[in-house]
Every structure is written in structure tokens, then in C-alpha cells.
């Protein structure tokens, strides 16, 4: 448990609509993930972070855009939100680049109607 | 792109029996990493496996890893209903900090 808490845990919008997750971090982790989860997929990186304002696209970044103003916290948008990007969306972090461990948050599951 | 799969993707095994799940992946890896999730739950990590022949237990868990066979297992010893999970491997490929993750495989333990 890195201290990781995701807002909001639960959230129901409709397609079109713009979307941003949180993710919060207390233990001031350099690296910070957002991964989404879906049945028969695992988990897949959406974008990833290595700094404030240092962000790169992980393998199913389209439609998905992210912030790191602060280190904090890392912000994952639906820039507009479509069905298929119904799913849980789990944060997670790793302290730095020699560091083996990544933690999870507790997870935000969306539903796009 | 660096591919992870693992077998089975549905497991059921009856309490005091031993199985096995494997996973394996498509690229050079230099570190390899076991979680269980439980139902509506978050990940936790179980293992880091950081070079050939490293080999991991806790409990009735024992993790391995074969770099030259891109191959890790994942063998469960007398199995008992709380480890009904599933289970999930991932890679990190050298220099990288992207974690792929392979589809995870279901437990179940029938008493």
C-alpha cells in the first residue's frame, strides 16, 4: 500500500461526455500508471508518468489524454467518452527507476451509457 | 510490442492438489512480477522475480523463472479454498518502465 487513493470510485456518464479520474499518491513516487482492466484483456497501460509534466502513451492510449502538474497526482481524461471505454481503471506507482515494486490503487470503475 | 500469455485461463482444482500456471512472453525480459486479485478488488503483488533461475515462495506459492525459455510458473501446493484468485504475471522489458501484463488466470479451489 503506497497510500494511492483514486476519485471517484464509482461513475456513470454518458457517451459523449468529457471524464477525468484522479489518482492521489502520498508516498512521493516518481513514477505513476494508469492501466485500464477489462475481461479477457488483464491490465493495459493507458499512459504512464515519470515526472511532473514528464508523461508518455502506453498501448491503448487513443481517446485518453493525461496531467501530472503536481507529483501528487495524475490525472487521466476522457477527452469524450464512448462505450467502449467502460472498464476499471486502476492507478498505480513505483518510487523510481531502480525501485522493482509497483502498487495499486483501489481501482475507479466507469460505465459510459 | 511485447506479447505475455498465460495458461490456463480458468483453473479449477479440488483442496490438497498441486497445478501449475505458466506464463510466458514474447520479449527479452529482465524482471518478471506474480499479483492476486481477488473479486472487486485491487492487485497486490505477490513476487518479483528479477533473474534466471530465481525462484520465490510464500506459502503455498512458489514462483520461478526461466529468462532463456521466457517462461515463469507459478506452481501452488496443496491448494486451500483462500487461494481462489485470480492470478496475474508481468514483464518489464530492459532499460523500460512499462509493465505488460499477461490475461491472468482464474482460480478456483473446490473443497
Known amino acids: 500500500d503506497a497510500g494511492i487513493t483514486q476519485s471517484p470510485r464509482h461513475k456513470v456518464t454518458e457517451t459523449g461526455t468529457p471524464v477525468t479520474l484522479r489518482c492521489h499518491q502520498t508516498e512521493n513516487h516518481r513514477y505513476m500508471y494508469w492501466y485500464r482492466q477489462d475481461p479477457g484483456h488483464g491490465l493495459r497501460l493507458i499512459h504512464y508518468?515519470?515526472?511532473?509534466?514528464?508523461?508518455d502513451k502506453g498501448e491503448v492510449s487513443d481517446g485518453y489524454s493525461v496531467s501530472r502538474s503536481k507529483t501528487e497526482d495524475f490525472l487521466l481524461t476522457l477527452e469524450s467518452a464512448t462505450s467502449s471505454q467502460t472498464s476499471v481503471y486502476f492507478c498505480?506507482?513505483?518510487?523510481?527507476?531502480?525501485?522493482?515494486?509497483?502498487?495499486f490503487g483501489p481501482g475507479t470503475r466507469l460505465t459510459v451509457t | 510490442e511485447l506479447k505475455v500469455e498465460q495458461n490456463p485461463l480458468f483453473l479449477s482444482m479440488q483442496e490438497g492438489k498441486n497445478y501449475t500456471i505458466y506464463c510466458n512472453y514474447s520479449?527479452?525480459?529482465?524482471?518478471l512480477y506474480w499479483y492476486r486479485q481477488d473479486p472487486g478488488k485491487s492487485l497486490e503483488s505477490l513476487f518479483v522475480l528479477l533473474s534466471n533461475g530465481a525462484v520465490k515462495q510464500e506459502g503455498r506459492l512458489m514462483a520461478s523463472l526461466d529468462t532463456k525459455a521466457r517462461l515463469s510458473t507459478l506452481h501452488i501446493t496443496a491448494a486451500v479454498h483462500d487461494l481462489s484468485a485470480t492470478y496475474f504475471c508481468?514483464?518489464?522489458?530492459?532499460?523500460?518502465?512499462?509493465?505488460?501484463f499477461g490475461t491472468g488466470t482464474s482460480l478456483t479451489v473446490i473443497p
Open positions: 508481468a514483464v518489464v522489458i530492459p532499460t523500460g518502465n512499462q509493465f505488460y
Open positions: 498505480a506507482t513505483k518510487a523510481g527507476i531502480s525501485s522493482y515494486e509497483q502498487y
Open positions: 508518468s515519470y515526472g511532473v509534466k514528464d508523461t
Open positions: 520479449t527479452t525480459s529482465d524482471r
